[in-house]
T-cell receptor, first 110, second 115 residues
Framework: QKEVEQDPGPLSVPEGAIVSLNCTYS??????FMWYRQYSRKGPELLMY????GNKEDGRFTAQVDKSSKYISLFIRDSQPSDSATYLC??????????FGAGTTVTVRA | DSGVTQTPKHLITATGQRVTLRCSPR?????VYWYQQSLDQGLQFLIQ???????AKGNILERFSAQQFPDLHSELNLSSLELGDSALYFC??????????????FGPGTRLTVT
């Protein structure tokens, strides 16, 4: 079993829809949770960074962390075609090493 | 643009050869991380350097080595290359990895093809 599980999709939604992404993990020591966006043949771009449980909002993006369930989510409101990308969850303990999910490929249809 | 630069963008080489990938971190960042991304393994952490010293190791093969120089740029050396080493290699940097986790910013990557 992988340390971080993420459904690779693909996920296809119409423009304006809410995109819902999630990851589960097995290591209860994880404290730092991140979401990265990766366009084809580009480097991952940090979208959201959260510590411990709770919600964080940044524009159209909302990240949620539920440590009791070992479950994290990313919501994208009012999705745009430019949001079409692969979204990677990542997490770590205090040791810096990031453990990544496999990534979910999202397509927003115009 | 994250501010992290990597060279070269693409590299094609033969099995058994040795290559060097280069990374310059964002201005002011002391930590450099190397990752490998392949279709079957996803993004895998290889190694981290902080202010010139090795800080953490991940799934890095013995054929691979890295270093961080006094000007904070880093190089990843891959030797005795095998077909399975073909992948995207990313460098990331962060401000201070002395304690806790830190936001990591990724470069554009180097695509290595071993033939």
């Amino acid at each position: 079993q992988k340390e971080v599980e993420q459904d690779p999709g693909p996920l296809s939604v119409p423009e304006g829809a809410i995109v819902s992404l999630n990851c589960t993990y097995s290591n209860s020591a994880f404290q730092y949770f991140m979401w990265y966006r990766q366009y084809s043949r580009k480097g991952p771009e940090l979208l959201m960074y959260t510590y411990s449980s709770g919600n964080k909002e940044d524009g159209r993006f909302t990240a949620q962390v539920d440590k009791s369930s070992k479950y994290i989510s990313l919501f994208i409101r009012d999705s745009q075609p430019s949001d079409s990308a692969t979204y990677l969850c990542a997490m770590s303990r205090s040791s810096i090493k990031l453990s990544f999910g496999a990534g979910t490929t999202v397509t927003v249809r115009a | 643009d994250s501010g992290v630069t990597q060279t070269p963008k693409h590299l094609i080489t033969a099995t058994g050869q040795r290559v060097t990938l280069r990374c310059s971190p964002r201005s002011g960042d002391l930590s450099v991380y190397w990752y490998q991304q392949s279709l079957d393994q996803g993004l895998q952490f290889l190694i981290q350097y902080y202010n010139g010293e090795e800080r953490a190791k991940g799934n890095i093969l013995e054929r691979f080595s890295a270093q961080q120089f006094p000007d904070l740029h880093s190089e990843l050396n891959l030797s005795s290359l095998e077909l399975g080493d073909s992948a995207l290699y990313f460098c990331a940097s962060s401000v201070d990895a002395a304690e806790g986790s830190d936001e990591q910013y990724f470069g554009p990557g180097t695509r290595l093809t071993v033939t």
